[in-house]
């Protein structure tokens, strides 16, 4: 899904020439650093950089990925992005996508806002009642970059749709350097891309995000805009997964949407909207999942078949 070669590429189309001191004019047609610009920038033989480009020459040294890093001026993200790309004899085995009981837990604590955790393919593996009655759905089973690329009309949901895109874009790509090996997450990458033109371009261009933290806005067809800021938690000793939470700022005109959407909900926490398995007599999501009836072809939900449903089909909010 993701290599070295295509990686350096695009990031070299990316450097302005004039800002590494190369003077240009109107004659150069090339978008970028030219190739042997790189390795002169970068103190490596012209020969050696252009197979790294065509992916023949394999296992670059720390201080020669640093050099490149340095001139193709790659933020900390890009920069560990591509050190795990140059070392694909160290890459991560695919996670597991079972979530504790203790996190489960977690969720319940989270009163006063969305909160959900998902997986590097960005698979809802829990959610909080709350953050069921922002998506009007279910959420555990639900792909957010299916739903937002495939599901979602550009004035859904997200106020701020074209950011999101972005951002989901950015964090597969990165979880595609991570875990390479993962047929599911390759797989959702596919049909993301056969359904798609925007993410057919933005994935094109190679870039790689880490979500840690912002804002994300909401246009609720219930109690309108709702402006609500993000933190991503990484759980320790569980690969590829993150705590999602949403809160509102207290007083805000969010705090108060918010609130009314909790006092809309009719139907208790086992009903359409709550985080609950309908076999289960908990009201939770079931940390195992039930089996995924599509396969793996069609689903990317987890790295076991059973863990997580393929989200549902269904047209635009």
Request: a positive charge; charged letters at 25%.
């Amino acid at each position: 899904m993701d290599d070295l070669a295509g990686f350096l590429r695009t990031r070299r189309s990316r450097v302005d020439p004039a800002a590494v001191g190369i003077p240009t004019d109107s004659r150069r047609r090339v978008k970028g650093l030219r190739r042997e610009e790189v390795a002169h920038l970068s103190g490596v033989s012209v020969d050696y950089y252009v197979r790294l480009e065509q992916g023949r020459a394999t296992q670059p040294s720390d201080q020669v990925l640093d050099a490149l890093a340095r001139v193709l001026a790659l933020d900390e993200t890009e920069r560990e992005h591509l050190h795990r790309l140059a070392c694909q004899r160290r890459r991560a085995k695919v996670p597991g996508g079972r979530v504790r009981p203790e996190l489960l837990r977690v969720l319940d604590l989270v009163a006063d806002g969305p909160a959900l955790i998902t997986n590097h393919r960005l698979d809802v593996l829990a959610s909080n009642r709350l953050a069921g009655l922002l998506y009007g759905r279910p959420v555990p089973g639900l792909n957010t970059a299916r739903h937002l690329f495939l599901e979602e009309a550009e004035r859904g949901l997200h106020a701020d749709w074209e950011t999101c895109t972005l951002d989901v874009v950015g964090h597969l790509r990165l979880a595609a350097g991570k875990y390479p090996e993962d047929p599911r997450l390759a797989s959702r990458v596919g049909e993301l891309a056969m359904g798609s033109e925007r993410f057919r371009r933005l994935w094109a261009r190679a870039d790689v995000r880490a979500r840690t933290y912002g804002r994300k806005a909401y246009r609720h067809p219930l109690v309108g805009l709702l402006e609500l800021h993000q933190e991503n938690f990484v759980l320790p000793n569980e690969a590829g997964m993150e705590l999602v939470v949403l809160s509102a700022p207290p007083g805000s005109p969010a705090e108060d949407g918010l609130r009314l959407l909790a006092s809309l909900d009719t139907t208790g926490p086992t009903g359409p909207t709550g985080r609950t398995d309908p076999t289960g007599p908990t009201g939770r999501t079931d940390p195992t999942g039930p089996t995924d009836p599509t396969g793996p072809a069609n689903t990317a939900g987890t790295t076991d078949t059973a863990d997580v449903p393929a989200p549902p089909t269904r047209s635009p909010r």
